[in-house]
């Protein structure tokens, strides 16, 4: 039997299921617990009453890498610039100016 450790608790359900989703999405084995003792809160500590997401331990760096990035963001996301063209403050994940279709150039700073 493969040990599994908790990824993940929140009492929201919707976001444990998508944390579920995203690391399911990748191909790691995902087991949710404690989906519906949430009535039990106040007989039970709070922490065990909470949704958890749970992986086998060897899975747990990989899925703790895609966890930060479903919560946060991916790490390598561009900095936000400012169009040469127009001076447009831009969204980091723009390579063109919405305002004057300037592409992005190669070492476009971040914004002062």
């Known amino acids: 039997m493969t040990a599994l450790v908790c990824l993940f608790r929140h009492p929201n359900v919707l976001l444990v299921c998508h944390v579920r989703n995203v690391i399911d999405s990748a191909g790691i084995v995902v087991e949710l617990r404690n989906m519906t003792l949430a009535g039990a809160a106040g007989e039970l500590p709070m922490d065990q009453c909470e949704p958890q997401v749970w992986v086998a331990r060897a899975d747990h760096e990989r899925a ?12 390598d996301v561009p900095a936000d610039w400012v169009c040469p063209g127009c001076g447009e403050r831009l969204d980091g994940a723009f390579d063109t ?3 004057c279709a300037t ?10």
């Open 97 to 99: 100016c919405w305002q």
């Open 64 to 75: 703790r890498v895609l966890l930060r990035e479903a919560l946060e963001g991916p790490a």
């Open 103 to 112: 592409r992005r150039p190669p070492a476009a700073a971040p914004p002062a």
